[in-house]
């Protein structure tokens, strides 16, 4: 029987842990963290915020994989109502529906761009400056990244298409991810995967093939590897509990600048007690910009979509994500350009910014089938990818 160990406990490394165990290896996780998940995490308490994944995209490989099993779990659609209040800040003032030349760029026939020239550029050409920038704003839902029209035109038109798909691609596992991770780790469980929490490693086993799974900063460090870097967003993030008031916005698009907000009890009420709202917004920020640059920002857009929700506040969190929202490609590269997941030795990596296709925890995922397909030595694993 094969041995396999899997270095980190979130989405990567328990899809690489049951993947690997399916295939009949005996798996051990370790995890530094007391709990799974990693940023896949759902805080315990009234307010169930997510560390990170909010938005699960049913044309991503992932979906598939985790319907296969079972893992997904109940959803949280958004009612049809709830929808409808969908705004978009133009001009400084909000609006239902996207600028006119922004359309231009999510027809289903549009050309496809390319990579090595940047989205500003290629979108200027096909929809006019307005409804360029307004595409590469409205992007940055997927992307996190404080100038999306400055990274590759191919990548930000796949994350593009992806976001505003109809029907939406976006669903949400009621009660966040961190139930659908707790059904992965469930599944490992049952699968006899060894987990191991508060386990940190600071040296990689040479004894059995071994899955980093970790950010590509924790990589770095842990195999002292200082090639392994990527590009990637930074964002000021903010959750806000108010009390209810009908008429509230379900989300905002920043279509001035990169921003976005979203009331996540409109679609699962089980997020906050009764009588209160969670939202929850992300505002890339430049590098030379602050937190209270990005949080400054939040609030313009809360006061245009939310009537007085500064007396309505019940509790506030604010933090910056830095590196932590995946992989951005610059123009000239593409997916293939990231750290390679085979890194000599019997060690591979797993994670949101290596060499794999997808958007976000797509990543994650494509990486950790391949990196154990590699381990295994075998090329029979379901690679599904884009
Ligand atoms: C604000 C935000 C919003 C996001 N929104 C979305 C979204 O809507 N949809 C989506 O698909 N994705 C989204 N993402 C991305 C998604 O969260 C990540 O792609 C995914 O969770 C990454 O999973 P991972 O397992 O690769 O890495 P991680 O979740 O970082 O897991 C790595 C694990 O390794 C552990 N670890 C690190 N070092 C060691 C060590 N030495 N020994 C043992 N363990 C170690 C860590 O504790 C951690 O648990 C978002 C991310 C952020 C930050």
Do not use: C
């Not at 490992?188 to 490693?201: D, P, Q």
Request: net charge positive; glycine share 10%.
């Amino acid at each position: 029987m094969h041995r396999i160990t899997v270095i980190g406990g979130g989405f990567a490394g328990l899809t690489a842990a049951i993947t690997a165990a399916e295939a009949g290896a005996k798996v051990t996780v370790h995890e530094a963290h007391h709990t799974l998940g990693g940023r896949a995490r759902t805080a315990e308490g009234p307010y169930k915020t997510n560390e990170g994944p909010h938005a699960l995209y049913n044309g991503g490989p992932h979906w598939s994989w985790l319907k296969q099993r079972d893992l997904i779990g109940p959803l949280a659609p958004i009612p049809p109502l709830e929808a409808a209040r969908l705004r978009l800040r133009h001009n400084g003032v909000l609006r239902r529906t996207p600028p006119f030349a922004m359309l231009k760029l999510l027809r289903p026939g549009a050309r496809q761009a390319p990579v090595d020239v940047d989205f500003l550029t290629w979108a200027t050409e096909q929809a006019g400056e307005e409804g360029a920038r307004a595409a590469a704003h409205y992007s940055a839902v997927a992307l996190f990244h404080h100038d999306p029209g400055a990274l590759s035109a191919a990548f930000v038109q796949e994350r593009l298409r992806r976001a505003t798909k109809l029907p939406p691609e976006a669903h949400y596992p009621r009660g966040g991810w961190g139930s659908v991770i707790d059904r992965m780790a469930a599944r490992a469980w049952n699968l006899g995967v060894r987990m191991e929490t508060l386990s940190r490693v600071d040296t990689v086993p040479t004894d059995t093939p071994v899955v980093v799974a970790t950010s590509l900063d924790a990589a770095r460090r842990l195999l002292r590897d200082d090639s392994l870097t990527w590009t990637s967003g930074r964002a000021a993030l903010i959750d806000l509990a108010v009390r209810t008031r009908r008429g509230d916005a379900f989300a905002v698009s920043d279509l001035d600048s990169p921003g976005w907000i979203e009331r996540f009890t409109a679609q699962d009420r089980t997020l906050a007690p009764a009588g209160e709202q969670l939202i929850q917004g992300q505002i890339p920020i430049a590098p030379h910009e602050t937190k209270a640059d990005g949080i400054t920002r939040a609030e313009q857009l809360l006061d245009l979509a939310f009537d007085g929700w500064r007396a309505r506040v019940t509790w506030r969190r604010e933090t910056v994500a830095n590196g932590r929202t995946g992989a951005v490609d610059l123009p000239g590269t593409s997916w293939r350009d990231r750290p390679a997941i085979d890194r000599g030795d019997g060690v591979y990596l797993a994670g949101d910014q290596v060499a794999a296709p997808g958007v976000l925890s797509e990543v994650s995922f494509n990486s950790a089938l391949t990196a154990v397909s590699l381990a295994l030595g075998r090329h029979t694993l379901d690679l599904k990818h884009a």
